[in-house]
């Protein structure tokens, strides 16, 4: 686990500075500048993971992890899970425009996500499809694109069963891939590989996902790098039927009452 942590540092706080230093110091501004510069110097070379520390993210893994939960509630907890990680991840990532409008009392100046722009939202399915069923109530303007994937139980390796992407993606979009459990990281690897083949770098991804695995975040930082991805939980290890331990089991079939392992 250590040298996949190493791999991809998790932003989830604010970087330390010194509290003796006088805010409106020189210094500090400095100071200031220069963390943003290294910040985003590792963006650009290394994938980053992030671990949003706030307690309803915790509060949905829990839910999710407990084998009692009947698969009404932990489809409905996926989603909230979604909604959560899916609104982290677009914080100073959605393209906005300014304007003035008159509100009861006066003119305002205000801003608003450009409907121009919308995110295109990728969900792997099945499971994926619940962990992306709230994208739209938090983002104001998205198009989904699906893509239907399962792995096999004996090689661990993916295969396509549907296709709904695009010949090409728009210049400069940003897409949320959402896969809930990555493992060993091949499905989602297939599946960037796909987006890549049309026009979508590393850097306009953002994978989300509600339980990562250390092999699954060793293979994409080697294969993507400036790819970020969010999540709910680190989990230490993958048994060898490629499931991650403790995990929460398999998504797909919690999620909509089936039995099949073949599907994720």
């Known amino acids: 686990m250590a040298a996949a942590i190493a791999n991809t540092p998790m932003l989830s706080r604010q970087l330390p500075f010194p509290s003796s230093i006088n805010p409106s110091s020189n210094k500090l501004s400095i100071r200031r500048r220069r963390a943003a510069i290294e910040v985003k110097a590792v963006s650009d070379e290394r994938m980053l993971v992030m671990v949003p520390p706030h307690p309803l993210i915790k509060h949905w893994i829990s839910v999710l992890r407990n084998e009692q939960t009947p698969c009404a509630i932990f489809k409905s907890a996926m989603a909230e899970l979604g909604r959560l990680l899916i609104y982290e991840a677009s914080r100073d990532w959605l393209p906005t425009i300014t304007g003035e409008i008159q509100s009861p ?65 728009p210049e400069g979009c940003r897409v949320f891939v959402v896969d809930p459990m990555l493992a060993t990281g091949s499905t989602l690897v297939a599946a960037i590989d796909l987006l890549k083949d049309r026009g979508v770098s590393s850097k306009q991804i953002k994978v989300i996902s509600a339980v990562t695995a250390p092999p699954a975040l060793q293979k994409l930082s080697e294969k993507f790098p400036g790819l970020h991805v969010y999540t709910g939980m680190i989990d230490p290890d993958v048994n060898e039927k490629g499931f991650i331990v403790p995990g929460l089991g398999n998504a797909g079939d919690r999620s909509f009452g089936t039995n099949s392992h073949a599907l994720s």
């Not at 099945?126 to 109530?137: I, N, P, V, W």
């Not at 998205?142 to 993606?169: A, C, V």
Request: overall charge negative; glycine content about 4%; proline content about 9%.
């Open 105 to 169: 009392v006066g003119v305002a100046t205000v801003e608003f996500i450009d409907p121009r722009e919308p995110v295109m939202i990728v969900p792997i399915l099945r499971a994926g499809l619940a962990l992306a069923e709230h994208a739209a109530s938090v983002l104001p303007a998205t198009i989904t694109y699906h893509l239907g994937m399962y792995r096999d139980e004996t090689t661990l390796q993916p295969s396509i069963y549907l296709n709904k992407l695009p010949n090409n993606f």
